[in-house]
């Protein structure tokens, strides 16, 4: 990945397909390590209490509730995040993206840790597919930023800032 993202950050002039491609590649690596992480907490909890669990309704809807009222917080940013102005910012916002979207999974780990059962369990896992799908659509139109790695150079020439803040 490291010679990927040397050639999408350097490249004077990247396809728009090229890009999207990076970013979502970025994008999914960082929601897969949030979702692989969780599940192996929630392994390693399940492990270390032993026994069955026991499933509580109220817990396992409590969950469920956090995640739907999560998942708009999680969109916002990555929405407000979409106004890439460089390589760099897109880069940063397809990995925003990927961490905070993942975040229900820690929901969803956490209520099979504890044994829950049934439709909650299953809406959580929705919410889980549900934010990666809508992630990875919304980091596509992250590659119609000018992906010209001079434009942001000659911006800040034209401008009189720095670089960091054009990023």
Do not use: C, K, N
Not at 101 to 111: E, K, P, Q, T
Request: without cysteine; glycine residues 8%.
């Amino acid at each position: 990945m490291s010679t990927s993202l040397r050639h999408y950050l350097t490249t004077a002039e990247l396809e728009p397909g090229r890009a999207a491609s990076f970013l979502r590649l970025a994008y999914a690596a960082s929601f897969l390590a949030q979702v692989v992480v969780a599940a192996l907490i929630a392994v390693v909890v399940r492990a270390l209490a032993g026994g069955p669990g026991s499933p509580s309704a109220l817990l396992a809807w409590l969950l469920v509730a956090f995640a739907v009222m999560e998942l708009p917080v999680a969109l916002l940013v990555t929405a407000r995040m979409g106004a890439a102005r460089s390589r760099r910012s897109a880069l940063t916002a397809a990995i925003l993206a990927g961490t905070m979207l993942a975040s229900s999974a820690w929901f969803a780990a956490l209520a099979l840790a504890t044994g829950q059962r049934g439709t909650p369990v299953f809406l959580l896992l929705a919410l889980v597919t549900i934010g990666y799908a809508v992630g990875f659509f919304a980091v596509g139109r992250l590659a119609r930023t000018p992906l010209d790695a001079t434009a942001s150079a000659s911006r800040v020439a034209v401008g009189g800032g720095s670089a960091t803040e054009e990023e």
